[in-house]
């Protein structure tokens, strides 16, 4: 590696602690500012009683480490994976996973490989935060705003500007690299125009669905319907259910209807969120065990988002890199934001780590990497919304029916998991997208996941849709 660099982190949430704690191993002495004022709570429930904050209304959604977060973490901070297990985060081995309904339940070889971890949100961070606070080469400094950015000026139609370090609201900052984790509302483009560089190239994908969530603890003995890891998610005709286990006996519920739709206005009250849970069986049956530990959260306004900071092919500024959600959010529901922000962080570090003096180079190879490793996750996500939001106005508000999209030579994300509830090939594909063990494509194109899954869906009468409630007792639940 070449000299050690003072590295300024706009942003102390996980993108931001992740890159600082890697930088700092690698060399580089790093300032992490965080506008909100973080203080590491004295344990994990203290860090989830305070986790709300309005900045970041996703912390207390439901989160899991997917396999490739989970890898990530065991190659690049073991000690951290360490103290996340110690903290109470739960390995969910793949056989937790698996529905009754699966023909073959036994392991197969690489099953190790697909294995997430549940745990709350605020646990990570908490981890994250004494990781931290414990690191000779990072210092965080809370309640601090990043306002602008400090840059020499480029050439007129030659090079860019080049940053050199942030203006907050307690002063300037010099520093030889700027890094922006400030997360999905960004405001880089507003410090890239003031500064007269050129804006990033960004992309949306309407994600168009609301959440509704509220923790839970297991009760102590209590008889369990299923693993206490098991994450379900349920895709029903006008909304969609999950169950997400966490650490320490902690359970997320939620309820995710179109943003649309505002029949579900109701479900941020206690009683309207639990009545429409109990029109689910497979709910019903976790309500029935657990208490509920906190309020009902609500969180809507989501889009698919990707930001590349290289337009054109050459980059907007040198100095400054992004990762996490100010690179790309996706909907919450595949849980791919800690391993997008993992990724990004790991690669921030071999980007700076070979081209440490070439200041253009560095933006180019990064971006590079974030169209290797993210940029399929974004494409997979927005195709995978697009179909579901079609299949749901039509059912709802009547919209025109979703085409078919059958492309040949390839299955889709719908069709793959109705077939993973009952071939054992079909279930590994879909569990090597979910837990982002490789791009999206490889698997969708994979011939034997094509046979495997279309041979299982031509079976007569062997899909059986999910039990849901009629209309009529939908709008019982919500106008308790």
Not at 33 to 51: G, K, M, Q
Not at 232 to 252: R, S, T, Y
Request: hydrophobic content about 45%; proline content about 8%.
């Amino acid at each position: 590696m070449g000299h050690a660099l003072d590295v300024v982190i706009a942003g102390g949430s996980a993108a931001g602690l992740f890159a600082g704690l890697l930088l700092a191993r690698a060399g580089h002495q790093v300032l992490v500012l965080e506008r909100d004022c973080l203080e590491p709570a004295p344990d994990v429930e203290s860090a989830a009683a305070s986790a709300f904050r309005p900045a970041a209304p996703q912390i207390v959604q439901p989160h899991i480490v997917m396999a490739r977060c989970r890898q990530l973490l065991i190659e690049h901070l073991p000690d951290v994976y360490a103290g996340l297990l110690a903290a109470g985060a739960a390995e969910a081995p793949l056989r937790t996973q698996m529905p009754d309904s699966l023909s073959d339940t036994a392991a197969w070889p690489g099953d190790e490989r697909l294995t997430p971890v549940m745990t709350r949100r605020s646990t990570v961070d908490w981890v994250l935060q004494r990781a931290a606070a414990a690191e000779p080469r990072v210092t965080v400094r809370s309640g601090v705003k990043v306002t602008g950015l400090l840059a020499a000026a480029g050439r007129p139609g030659g090079r860019p500007p080049h940053v050199t370090g942030v203006r907050t609201d307690r002063g300037d900052v010099p520093a030889d690299l700027v890094v922006d984790a400030t997360g999905g509302r960004s405001p880089i483009d507003d410090w890239l125009t003031q500064i007269g560089a050129r804006t990033t190239a960004t992309w949306r994908a309407e994600c168009g669905m609301a959440y509704f969530s509220r923790h839970y603890r297991v009760r102590p003995g209590a008889d369990l319907p299923a693993p206490l890891v098991t994450r379900i998610v349920v895709a029903l005709d006008e909304f969609l259910v999950g169950k997400w286990g966490g650490d320490n006996g902690a359970v997320q519920l939620v309820v995710a209807p179109l943003a649309a739709d505002h029949r579900f206005r109701t479900a941020r009250e206690p009683e309207v969120f639990t009545a429409v849970l109990r029109t689910i069986p497979a709910l019903a049956a976790w309500l029935d065990v657990m208490d509920p530990i906190t309020g009902v959260f609500p969180m809507a306004g989501l889009h698919n988002t990707l930001r590349r900071l290289v337009a054109d092919g050459a980059p907007v500024a040198t100095g400054l890199h992004a990762i996490g959600d100010s690179v790309c959010t996706t909907n919450p529901t595949l849980g791919r934001g800690l391993a997008l922000a993992l990724s990004g962080a790991a690669d921030l570090v071999d980007a700076i780590g070979e081209n440490a003096a070439d200041p253009a180079a560095q933006a180019l190879a990064l971006d590079h990497l974030v169209g290797a490793h993210v940029v399929p996750f974004y494409q997979d996500q927005a195709v995978i919304d697009a179909a579901r939001l079609a299949m749901m106005r039509h059912t709802i508000f009547g919209a025109a029916p979703p085409r078919p999209s059958q492309t040949p030579g390839r299955v889709t994300y719908s069709q793959l998991r109705a077939a993973a509830s009952l071939d054992p090939a079909a279930f590994r594909a879909l569990w090597k997208i979910n837990g982002m063990v490789c791009p999206p494509d490889e698997v969708y194109t994979d011939p034997t996941v094509i046979a495997c899954t279309q041979e299982t869906l031509s079976r007569p009468g062997t899909l059986r849709p999910a039990a849901q409630p009629a209309r009529e007792q939908l709008i019982a639940a919500l106008t308790r």
